[in-house]
């Protein structure tokens, strides 16, 4: 089956520690996506990658690192440093940059307490 | 700057009847247009899509209308069922621009 896995489905973490979220696509899509949503609020883009070994920021990358060594991986780190870290991850994955849409994953709530 | 709005946070629909989701955007080189439909705890999943050189596209019981004079899109469900009840996300993007601009949702309750 094609698709988008990320794990765990639920993650608590104490505050202070850093976090990593996985995602992982046999879909062979060459763009990667991060995203967060909150309560009441859309999706909010993280982190990007077009392909491998390259990503750029999204709208709240602060707090956040990513890496892309593999075209079908693209983990998430959750840092100490970002303020309000619960909330619903989001990871999606599309064929090209523009023109398709993008295909998500089942989604990671995070708590941190 | 929210480049893509969705003004009702809510809108309840009897069965059968027909639902109207709207979506406007204040960013004109947008020129390819989708909406989402997302259950709680799962991610959204793609439903239609629509590129500027069209002003409808059918799917089904979906149709996306849009009018770019007005900078405004909608998605028209017909007939409603219940398993559309769910939030319903629009998103654009343009050429040039790697991301995808979601709006704040729509919930659409179906009710029996």
Redesign the interface.
């Known amino acids: 089956d094609g698709g988008i896995t990320q794990s765990p489905k639920y993650l608590f973490r104490k505050e202070g520690q850093n976090v990593t979220l996985s995602c992982e696509q046999n879909l062979n899509h060459d763009a990667m996506y991060w995203y967060r949503q909150d309560p009441g609020q859309g999706l909010r883009l993280i982190y990007y990658s077009q392909i491998v070994n390259d990503f750029q920021k999204g709208d709240i990358a602060e707090g956040y690192s990513v890496s892309r060594e593999k075209k079908e991986s693209f983990p998430l780190t959750v840092t100490s440093a970002q303020k309000n870290p619960t909330a619903f991850y989001l990871c999606a994955s599309s064929p090209g940059v523009h023109g398709y849409e993008q295909y998500f994953g089942p989604g990671t709530r995070l708590t941190v307490t | 700057d929210q480049q893509?709005k969705?003004n009702s946070?809510s809108l309840s629909v009897q069965e059968g009847r027909i639902s109207i989701l709207n979506c406007d955007y204040t960013n004109s080189m947008f020129d390819?247009f989708?909406w989402?439909k997302k259950y709680p705890?799962?991610?959204?999943?793609?439903l239609i899509?629509i590129?500027s050189i069209k002003d409808k596209n059918e799917d089904g019981r979906f149709t996306v209308f849009l009018n770019k004079s007005a900078k405004h899109l909608s998605l028209h469900i017909v007939p409603s069922q219940p398993g559309d009840s769910a939030v319903y996300?629009c998103a654009a993007?343009?050429?040039?621009?790697?991301?995808?601009t979601?709006?704040?949702?729509t919930r659409l309750t179906i009710i029996p």
């Open positions: 893509v969705q946070p390819y989708l989402y705890a799962e991610g959204p999943t793609f899509s590129s996300f993007s343009y050429f040039g621009n790697e991301k995808l979601f709006g704040t949702g």
